[in-house]
């Protein structure tokens, strides 16, 4: 089973950067597809990227154009280039890994590990 930490986020003006990275432990990251889902306060935690271990990418309606996912396969780590940031981009961003493609989409149960999560505020 790998494991995830989160580490990157933070408090950002509206229109600003951040980039989040999630480093994993194990050796079989490369075998997983990777992702990022997000939970705002009161709703229900949502689906916002994943790659593949090829660097095929799926986002997020809500995102796309806006965030980039990527991932280094030699240092374990998948990243999330997030631009353009709005106020309802803040939520705890989790990092997580799967077994399955998500072409037809990720729901929570789909995940096989998860991250604890790291916190992004974007300020009016």
């Known amino acids: 089973q790998v494991q995830l930490v989160e580490s990157g986020g933070g408090l950002v003006q509206a229109g600003g950067s951040l980039r989040l990275s999630c480093a994993a432990s194990g050796r079989t990251f490369s075998t997983y597809f990777m992702g990022w889902f997000r939970q705002a306060p009161g709703k229900e935690r949502e689906f916002v990227a994943a790659?593949?271990?090829?660097?095929?990418?799926y986002y997020a309606d809500s995102v796309e154009g806006r965030f980039t996912i990527s991932r280094d396969n030699a240092l374990n780590t998948v990243y999330l280039q997030m631009n353009s940031l709005k106020p309802e981009d803040t939520a705890v961003y989790y990092c997580?890994?799967?077994?399955?493609?998500?072409?037809?989409?990720?729901?929570?149960?789909?995940?096989?590990?998860w991250g604890k999560g790291t916190l992004v505020t974007v300020s009016l």
């Open positions: 790659i593949s271990w090829n660097s095929g990418r």
């Open positions: 997580a890994a799967s077994r399955r493609p998500p072409t037809t989409g990720w729901g929570r149960n789909d995940i096989n590990a």
